[in-house]
């Protein structure tokens, strides 16, 4: 990630705020509000837990497709918009 990036994507998805904190320590600013964890587009935003920490592989890939499924939708109803 380097702060050229930022111009390149519309968005920039982290998978929690740990890796936010460290994102807004390269770029500096959000000012076009690019910068989101994954999971902030479902119904229940939240970080998504790192099994290396927890061990369970399945809980973080239920999160990581409820995150996709959700970011999906919020794109399609943005270009529908």
Same mark, same amino acid.
């Given at each position: 990630?380097?702060?050229e990036d930022y111009q390149k994507f519309d968005y920039l998805l982290v998978?929690?705020?740990y890796n936010?904190?460290?994102?807004?320590?390269?770029?500096?600013? +959000? @000012?076009?509000q690019k910068v989101y964890r994954l999971l902030d587009f479902s119904?229940?935003?939240?970080?998504?837990? +790192? @099994?290396?920490?927890t061990g369970d592989?399945?809980?973080?890939?239920?999160?990581?497709?409820e995150g996709?499924?959700?970011?999906?939708?919020?794109v399609l109803k943005t270009k529908e918009a």
């Open positions: 990630m380097t702060k998978m929690e705020s936010t904190k460290n994102l807004m320590g390269i770029l500096g600013e +959000d @000012p076009h119904s229940r935003p939240r970080d998504i837990a +790192d @099994p290396w920490y592989f399945d809980r973080t890939h239920q999160d990581v497709m996709l499924e959700a970011f999906l939708a919020f």
